[in-house]
C-alpha cells in the first residue's frame, strides 16, 4: 500500500481546483501578514504579563490559574512555543499567530452555509480585518477563543446539517476549550444557547404532534442537552453570588455553600445527560471535562484550579462587572468599529436591511425542504433554504455582541474583534451572494466597465471642486487665490468630462446595470481603504496610542532601553545577561521579561541603598522621589515614555459635539484628519490640546539611570545625552523638613481608622471632618484627633431602593454655619446633604457627561465631582462643586438649586481640566487646583477669571493622586503635590514660599498626601492616603 502511495502522480494527491487553490493563496497571505515582524513591536501592559507567567511554567515554576488572568490555556500554548522555539517576544506570539492563520482559512469549512463564493470572501475579509489582523499579532487570549467559538459553531451546524455523533464531541471540545481560554466564552455560549433553545421552541411549536418522544429525536435538542448540561456548572457562582455569597471566598463557611451549589449542579447535569443518551453523554462529558481538567490543573499540578475555574473565573469578572475597568461610555464599540471595521458594519447594516425587506415581502414557505417537513429530524422545516438558519443565526450573534459587550462593566480595545467576527461572516456571505448574482459578462460587454474606472475619478474630482468652491475662488490675484482659482476650474473641467463619460457608460450599461458597477465600485474602494487600514496599523504605527486600538502599551522607548542595557552589559560587565540592573513595582512586569536572564533587583515601591546597587536602574514616575536621595551624586538619567493610551476624547461626545462635527467645516477636516491618517495636528489647532508623540496626554513615564563610572567606561565625552541630576526641582530650595506634632488614624473600617481618606475640613464648630473614601464614610474628629462620629455606609444608586442613602467614596465634605454637612459622593455622581448627626436631608446630582455647551439638560448632573466648598453671597449661601469629569465648576444653593457654572475642558484661561481641589480665601477669590492642566486657577464669586500660577508637579496623571487645597487667614495656599509626597506653600498671587514632606512612614513623610485644611489658628491637617492617617503640623507662622 506504501509503494502504490508513492507510485501516484503528486497531482492526483493534491487535486487542486481554483477553489482550493485561492484559499491556498489566503493561507499563504495569512501567514506572512501574521508572521511578518511578529517580534518587533514592543509589548503591552497584558502581553508582559502573559508572556512573564508563561515563562514560569516553561522554566518550571508552575502556574496556577488566576481568573484575574483569564483561563489556562494561552500560557500552556505559550510555555510550549517557548519549549519548541526559544523565549523571546516573536516566539511568544506564535500560538496566536497560528490561530489567526487557521481563523483566515476557517470559513472553507462554512462554505455549506456561506455558500462557496461566500466562504472565499468571508477568508478575505478575515484578512484584511484590521483588528482580527492585529490581535493575531498580540498575545492575548481573544483570537484562541474566537477559534474555538468557530469551531463550537461549525460542530452546531455541522449536527444539524447530517447528525453524526462526532460532531457532538467536537462540540463539548469546543466549549471546554472556550472556557479554559477566557471568560468571554459565557457570552458566546449564551449567545448560541439561547439560540438553539429559541430553535427548539420554535420547531416543537411548528409539529402538531409535539410528544417527548418526537421532541427527543430532533437534532436541536440534542444540542441543547449536550450544551445545556456542560455549562450548566460553570454558572455556580452566580448562584452563589445569588445567595448573598462571595464565589471568590475560598474560607468556610462560603466553600461549603459553593461546594453545595457546585455538586447540585454537577448532578443536575449527569443526571439529565444520562436520561438523555447515557453513551453519547459519557463521551461527550468526558471530553469535554478532560480538556478541563489538564488545563485548570496545569497537567495534575494545581488541584485548586478546578475551583478557580468552575467558580472563581465567573465569580471574579461578576465582580468586575462595578469595577468597570476603563470606565468607557457604552457607545465605546460604535466608535472603535466606525475607526476600523466600518466596511463589516457597513455591509452588515445592509444584510440586515436586505433580509428584513425580503421577510416582509417575500415570507418564507417550505420550499426546497418541504419533502422533509414529516421528517421529526428535519432542522430546516421553517427555514426557505440551507442558508437560511445560519445566516440569522449570524443576525441574532451580531445583535446580542453589541449587546452583551456594551453592557458589560469592561469595555476594552481588544473586544471589538470578537465584534467583527460576525459581521465579517454576514459580509461574506451578502458579498458571495453579490459577486454570483451580478450577470458579469454582459456587463462588461456594455461598456459598464468604464464606470468601474470613471466614477471613482469623478467623485474625487467633484469633491475637489467643492472643497475650492468652499474655499473661494476668484477671491483675489495673490498666489494662494490663483491656487484655489487654479484648483477650482482644474476640479469644474474634471468633473465636466469624467461626468460626460460617467454618462456615456450609463446609457451603454442601462439603470440596473449601472447601479451594479457603482456598489461594485464603492465596495471595491472600501475594500482598498481596508487594506490600508490595516497595514498601517499592523506595521507602521502599531506601537503608537494614535490608533485607538493601542491601548496601555509600551513605547518603542522600552525597546531602545533593553538595546542600551544589552550594550553596556556586553561592554562593561563581559558578555549579554550578566549586568546587574535594578528596577522597581512601576512597570514590573514588564521589566521583570526583559530583564528575566539579567541579574536584577527588584526593590518595589520601598527601595533601599542595597536594593538600588546596580549600574542601571529603572524608575518609573512614581518611584523618583523614592530613589533621588540614593541616584543624585553617582548616576545621571534620561525620562522615557514607559506605557501609553490612546485619546479618550470621545468620553465628552454630547448631541451638540456630533452636530458640529456634521455642520462645520473645520471640525469635519480634524476629525477626517484623525480617521483617514492618524493626524491630530488640525484637530489640535482646534482644541487647544496636544497630541504629540513627545508630549502625548495619556502616558505614563520612566527613568533610566546610569552609574557615572559605567558611562565613563562606555561612551566619550560629549556623545551621550542623559541629563546629570542637579537642582532642577524649582521647590526644593524652600524645603523644609517638618515634623508633625500628631498623627491619628491607621489603616481599618472601624471608627477612627481609614481607608484611602481623602478630602479634609476643619468645620465652623471647630471638629475635623474627614471623607473616608475607601471605607464610603465621613468621620468626625476632635481637633485633637479623637473620635466622635461616622456618617454614611456604602451603597451605590443602583441598589438603594428602600434603604437609607449611602455613599460611594466619597472624596471630600464641606460644612456650613449651621452644622450642616455637604458631602461630595463621587460615584454616585451625586452632592448629599446631611445634619448634624449625619441624617440624609437632600440630594442631587446624577451620572452624565456634559459640556458648557450642552445647556440646561446639563446642569446638576456629575461624573465624579470631588470637591466641594461652601461660600457666601450676602445672607445666601452658595456651594462651588468640581465636577471633575465634566471638566467644570457648578455652583448650587443650599437647597441644591443649580445657580450657574463655568469653566469647560480646555487650555486657555478660565478653562479646566481635571479640577479636583477648591477653596475660599479670605478675600472671597475662590481657588481650584486644576490638576491636569498644572496650574492654580483665581476666579471671583461669579467665576470670573482673575489669575493663575503653575505647579511643577500633578504630572503622574494616576488615579489617587488628586491634589486638594487650602487657604489660610493670610491668604497663603498651601497645596498637596500627592506624586512628590509634599505640601507646597504659595502666596495668593503664587509666589513660591516654601515646601514640606518626603516619601516615608514617619512623621515627617508622606505615602501620598491628598486632602488639606487649615483650621483659623494656622494648625494645618493632610490626610495621608495611602498611609490611612491624618499628620497635624503647627503653624507655619
Not at 542601571?616 to 512614581?622: E, H, L, S, W, Y
Request: hydrophobic letters at 45%.
Amino acid at each position: 500500500m506504501t509503494l502504490a502511495l508513492l507510485d501516484r502522480p503528486l497531482n492526483r494527491l493534491l487535486r487542486l481546483d481554483w477553489e482550493k487553490g485561492l484559499y491556498l493563496v489566503l493561507i499563504i497571505l495569512a501567514l506572512v501578514t501574521r508572521f511578518w515582524g511578529l517580534g518587533d513591536r514592543v509589548q503591552s501592559h497584558d502581553e508582559s504579563i502573559h508572556t512573564l507567567y508563561s515563562w514560569n511554567l516553561y522554566t518550571g515554576r508552575g502556574f496556577s490559574h488566576s481568573p484575574m488572568m483569564h483561563g489556562p490555556f494561552l500560557f500552556h500554548a505559550t510555555a510550549l512555543s517557548y519549549f519548541f522555539f526559544g523565549d523571546d517576544d516573536f516566539t511568544a506570539r506564535i500560538p496566536v499567530a497560528l490561530m489567526g492563520v487557521a481563523i483566515v482559512a476557517f470559513p472553507y469549512l462554512l462554505r455549506h452555509w456561506l455558500g462557496r463564493t461566500g466562504a472565499l470572501v468571508t477568508s478575505f475579509l478575515l484578512l484584511i480585518s484590521p483588528s482580527v489582523s492585529y490581535y493575531s499579532r498580540y498575545i492575548r487570549h481573544d483570537i484562541p477563543v474566537i477559534l474555538w467559538s468557530l469551531i463550537t459553531i461549525w460542530a452546531i451546524f455541522s449536527y444539524l446539517r447530517d447528525g453524526r455523533d462526532r460532531w457532538l464531541y467536537l462540540l463539548a471540545g469546543g466549549v471546554s476549550l472556550a472556557f479554559a481560554t477566557k471568560e468571554v466564552a459565557y457570552i458566546y455560549n449564551a449567545i448560541v444557547g439561547l439560540f438553539l433553545v429559541g430553535l427548539l421552541v420554535l420547531e416543537a411549536t411548528q409539529r402538531e404532534n409535539r410528544t417527548w418522544n418526537r421532541l427527543h429525536k430532533l437534532r436541536i435538542f440534542d444540542l441543547v442537552i449536550v450544551m445545556g448540561t456542560l455549562c450548566l456548572p460553570l454558572l455556580s457562582a452566580g448562584l452563589i453570588q445569588l445567595a448573598g455569597h462571595n464565589p471568590l471566598d475560598y474560607s468556610a463557611p462560603t466553600i461549603y455553600v459553593s461546594g453545595a451549589v457546585v455538586g447540585t449542579m454537577l448532578l443536575i447535569s449527569v443526571v439529565i445527560g444520562l436520561v438523555w443518551d447515557w453513551r453519547r453523554w459519557s463521551i461527550a462529558a468526558a471530553v469535554y471535562y478532560a480538556i478541563f481538567v489538564v488545563l485548570f490543573t496545569t497537567v495534575f499540578t494545581n488541584g485548586t484550579g478546578i475551583a478557580s475555574g468552575m467558580v472563581g473565573a465567573l465569580g471574579y469578572w461578576l465582580a468586575q462587572q462595578e469595577v468597570e475597568r476603563g470606565s468607557q461610555p457604552w457607545y465605546y464599540y460604535i466608535v472603535m468599529v466606525l475607526f476600523y471595521e466600518y466596511l463589516p458594519l457597513l455591509l452588515t447594516i445592509v444584510a440586515s436591511i436586505y433580509l428584513s425587506v425580503r421577510s416582509l415581502f417575500h415570507p418564507a414557505d417550505a420550499g426546497e425542504d418541504k419533502d422533509q417537513a414529516d421528517d421529526v429530524e428535519s432542522q430546516y422545516s421553517m427555514f426557505s433554504s440551507r442558508h437560511a438558519v445560519f445566516i440569522y443565526f449570524l443576525l441574532w450573534w451580531t445583535a446580542m455582541a453589541w449587546v452583551g459587550y456594551s453592557y458589560a462593566g469592561e469595555r476594552m480595545p481588544w473586544l471589538t474583534s470578537h465584534l467583527a467576527i460576525p459581521m465579517i461572516l454576514i459580509s461574506g456571505w451578502l458579498v458571495g451572494w453579490w459577486i454570483e448574482m451580478v450577470p458579469w459578462r454582459p456587463l462588461l460587454r456594455s461598456r459598464g466597465w468604464l464606470l468601474f474606472l470613471l466614477a471613482p475619478a469623478f467623485i474625487a474630482a467633484l469633491a475637489a471642486t467643492i472643497s475650492a468652491a468652499m474655499a473661494g475662488p476668484f477671491a483675489g490675484s495673490g498666489l494662494a487665490q490663483l491656487n484655489i482659482t487654479g484648483r477650482f476650474l482644474g476640479g469644474l473641467i474634471g468633473v465636466l468630462g469624467l461626468g460626460a463619460g460617467c454618462v456615456y457608460s450609463i446609457y451603454q450599461s442601462g439603470w440596473r446595470g449601472t447601479v451594479q458597477a457603482l456598489l461594485t465600485v464603492v465596495l471595491v474602494t472600501l475594500g482598498l481603504v481596508t487594506i490600508r487600514t490595516t497595514w498601517r496599523f499592523c506595521y507602521i504605527t502599531y506601537d503608537y496610542p494614535t490608533e485607538f486600538l493601542v491601548y496601555a502599551h509600551a513605547s518603542p522607548a522600552v525597546g531602545k532601553t533593553m538595546e542600551q542595557i544589552d550594550e553596556i552589559s556586553r561592554r562593561v560587565a563581559g558578555g549579554p545577561e550578566l549586568l546587574k540592573v535594578a528596577y522597581g513595582a512601576d512597570g514590573s512586569t514588564l521589566f521583570y521579561w526583559q530583564l528575566r536572564n539579567y541579574p536584577a533587583l527588584f526593590y518595589g515601591d520601598q527601595p533601599s541603598r542595597d536594593s538600588l546597587d546596580a549600574p542601571v536602574v529603572i524608575a518609573g514616575r512614581g518611584e523618583w522621589d523614592k530613589v533621588a536621595p540614593y541616584m543624585e551624586r553617582d548616576y545621571i538619567f534620561n525620562t522615557y515614555t514607559f506605557l501609553w493610551w490612546p485619546m479618550e476624547d470621545y468620553r465628552d461626545l454630547t448631541w451638540s459635539n456630533i452636530t458640529r462635527a456634521i455642520t462645520d467645516t473645520q471640525t469635519r477636516a480634524a476629525l477626517w484628519d484623525i480617521w483617514y491618517n492618524r493626524d491630530y495636528r488640525r484637530y489640535d489647532e482646534l482644541t487647544g490640546k496636544v497630541h504629540t508623540l513627545d508630549r502625548w496626554p495619556l502616558r505614563s513615564e520612566y527613568r533610566l539611570y546610569i552609574r557615572r563610572d559605567i558611562v565613563a567606561q562606555i561612551w566619550e565625552r560629549g556623545t551621550i545625552s542623559p541629563v546629570a541630576i542637579g537642582p532642577t526641582d524649582p521647590y526644593a530650595e524652600g524645603w523644609r523638613d517638618i515634623t508633625a506634632r500628631q498623627v491619628f488614624g491607621i489603616q481599618g473600617a472601624a471608627p477612627g481608622q481609614f481607608e484611602r481618606p481623602s478630602g479634609i475640613e476643619v468645620g465652623p464648630d471647630g471638629f475635623v471632618y474627614v471623607a473616608d473614601t475607601g471605607n464610603h464614610r465621613i468621620q468626625k474628629f476632635t481637633a485633637e484627633g479623637q473620635f466622635v462620629a461616622a456618617f454614611g455606609q456604602h451603597s451605590t444608586v443602583e441598589t438603594e431602593a428602600g434603604i437609607v442613602r449611602g455613599l460611594n467614596e466619597p472624596w471630600d465634605m464641606t460644612v456650613s454655619s449651621d452644622g450642616a454637612i455637604y458631602v461630595a459622593d463621587t460615584w454616585n455622581h451625586r452632592i448629599q446633604k446631611l445634619d448634624e448627626s449625619g441624617e440624609a436631608l437632600v440630594a442631587w446630582g446624577l451620572f452624565g457627561q456634559y459640556s458648557l455647551d450642552d445647556g440646561a439638560i446639563g446642569q446638576s448632573a456629575f461624573y465624579g465631582p470631588r470637591g466641594i466648598v461652601i461660600g457666601s453671597d450676602g445672607d445666601t449661601e452658595r456651594l462651588y462643586v468640581t465636577d471633575t469629569g465634566n471638566k467644570r465648576i457648578q455652583v448650587f444653593d443650599s437647597e441644591g438649586r443649580f445657580s450657574f457654572q463655568w469653566g469647560g475642558g480646555g487650555i486657555m484661561q478660565g478653562y479646566l481640566d481635571e479640577p479636583v481641589g477648591i477653596a475660599i480665601g479670605p478675600e472671597g477669590a475662590i481657588y481650584v487646583a486644576d490638576t491636569w492642566n498644572r496650574r492654580v486657577q483665581v476666579f471671583d464669586q461669579q467665576g470670573t477669571y482673575l489669575r493663575e500660577w503653575p505647579v511643577e508637579g500633578w504630572d503622574t496623571g494616576l488615579a489617587d493622586e488628586k491634589p486638594y487645597l487650602a487657604v489660610d487667614a493670610e491668604g497663603k495656599v498651601y497645596v498637596t503635590d500627592p506624586g512628590h509626597y509634599r505640601v507646597l506653600v504659595f502666596d495668593n498671587f503664587g509666589n513660591y514660599v516654601l515646601s514640606f514632606g518626603q516619601y516615608g512612614f514617619d512623621q515627617r513623610s508622606f505615602t501620598l498626601p491628598v486632602g488639606i485644611a487649615v483650621a483659623p489658628d494656622g494648625t494645618i491637617y493632610v490626610t495621608d492616603s495611602y498611609g490611612c492617617r491624618v499628620l497635624v503640623f503647627d503653624p507655619l507662622y
